[in-house]
């Protein structure tokens, strides 16, 4: 272990701070994690992480690197009631006025409740060996002298007691309420440029009873209307101990009730009746829970013209995305990993080389959402003068996947962050999306084919 690889300090136990925390712990000789919430042992939603009791995707891409680094967490997620999932083919995906065609597509997911996933990467990380966490207690700014920054000033919330906590690294991930601006800003590097696209969205969750044979035996559903003419969405997503976590969704502010007739009823607006039919025959096993999130954000960290050594911010701190499309969890994960391999190259320029990767990384997610968010009209945003040209495309991707299996897997390989958007393009997937022909009667959502060397 090298002299200026003693101790590591992470700020925040979301995810991304998890997933930072085990990388570090290979790098360095201690990882200190530093949270204010006091952190249960259990799965629970806890108040830093509002969004914890609503539906969460964790998307192939993700679910590779959390099994990479967490060997065997998967198979005991499942010995707990969390089942293993095929994102294709054990989940109906209505998009654009129709199912995508459900089919054996080798992309791996785990249907489980992201306070149990979260609890379950907190178990793994609290038993590491060099990992220690610090929580109920507050950050009050990392401490920078000399362009370098070199510990954490916290205090414990119980007692107010106050203390600096010396560091060779500090890892921001206390999410898109991150101090960092300010805190750049301050120590003489200026402020990174942010771009935002405000969405507006809104969500309201219920835990409903799971039986079997529910969804056409699916373990999911994803409906969503289409813009720019509808801006509901819905997601009933299986969990441990026979659950469905079923949320509602709408952007621009028209957001789903929390009264149970209203949320009901807002859920048969939607334009196919799978996620209302399961609503209206399943008992609810709690209250419905809301949340609001204003604005897809956007931290150009990797464009700062300077950036303090010892330093480094990640996860939603970085870039977070409207939640309707399901890619934080994953972006973070891979993140984690960029951060591992840059460590791996040694610590010269760290800050720029890690940047420059996170910022490749955000930017398929980043135009992905932030591309279906501006099919709206009020939603405001710069719109390259391509980009009714390649909606239209796009559109008929979504048309053709509905049948055929081929073009289907090659979008989900694009919306598990697996591939890059400009994949659609590539002469044969654009020859079958553009010479296609639906069959008859078109596939559906309980259409399941198996489809052989897909990758």
Request: proline share 7%; aromatic share 8%; net charge positive.
């Amino acid at each position: 272990m090298t002299r200026d690889r003693s101790h590591a300090i992470v700020l925040g136990a979301s995810m991304a701070g998890l997933l930072a925390a085990r990388v570090l712990s290979d790098h360095y000789g201690r990882v200190t994690i530093v949270e204010r919430d006091a952190l249960p042992a259990d799965p629970a939603t806890r108040k830093g992480v509002p969004q914890g009791s609503h539906a969460h995707g964790l998307l192939a891409s993700g679910y590779r690197v959390l099994d990479a680094y967490f060997p065997g967490m998967m198979d005991e997620l499942e010995a707990a009631g969390a089942p293993r999932a095929d994102v294709v083919g054990d989940c109906l995906w209505f998009q654009y006025g129709g199912y995508k065609l459900r089919h054996h597509s080798s992309l791996g997911g785990m249907a489980v409740s992201r306070p149990a996933l979260e609890a379950a990467v907190r178990a793994r990380v609290r038993a590491l060996d060099r990992v220690s966490v610090l929580d109920g207690h507050a950050v009050e700014r990392p401490v920078c002298e000399g362009g370098r920054v070199g510990g954490v000033v916290v205090t414990d919330v119980r007692s107010r007691d106050m203390r600096t906590l010396a560091a060779d690294l500090v890892v921001d991930a206390t999410g898109r309420g991150s101090q960092s601006p300010k805190w750049l800003e301050q120590w003489g590097f200026g402020r990174p440029a942010t771009e935002t696209v405000r969405v507006d969205v809104g969500y309201a969750t219920r835990i409903l009873e799971r039986r079997p044979g529910d969804l056409k035996g699916a373990l999911c559903a994803i409906i969503a209307s289409t813009p720019p003419a509808g801006s509901r969405y819905a997601a009933a997503l299986a969990a441990e101990g026979d659950r469905w976590v079923v949320t509602l969704a709408g952007m621009l502010g028209d957001c789903p009730p929390t009264d149970e007739d209203g949320w009901l009823e807002w859920a048969r607006s939607l334009p196919t009746t799978d996620v209302y039919e399961l609503a209206r025959t399943r008992p609810a096993l709690g209250p419905i829970a809301s949340y609001r999130f204003p604005a897809n954000q956007r931290r150009r960290y990797e464009r700062m013209k300077r950036f303090p050594a010892g330093y480094l911010v990640t996860g939603d701190a970085v870039c977070s995305f409207n939640p309707i499309y399901g890619q934080g969890m994953s972006t973070a994960a891979m993140e984690a990993r960029a951060l591992d391999e840059c460590l791996a190259e040694g610590g010269d320029g760290l800050a720029r080389r890690y940047f420059g990767r996170a910022a490749k990384i955000a930017d398929i997610p980043w135009l992905i959402a932030t591309g279906e968010d501006l099919r709206y009209p009020e939603v405001e945003g710069r719109r390259p003068p391509w980009t009714a040209l390649v909606n239209r495309y796009l559109e008929r991707v979504h048309r053709v996947a509905t049948f055929d299996a081929d073009v289907c897997r090659r979008f989900f390989d694009v919306a598990n962050l697996l591939a890059p958007p400009a994949s659609l393009l590539a002469p044969g997937t654009a020859r079958r999306v553009l010479l296609a022909r639906p069959p008859q009667p078109a596939g559906t959502g309980g259409l399941t084919v198996s489809v052989e060397g897909a990758s």
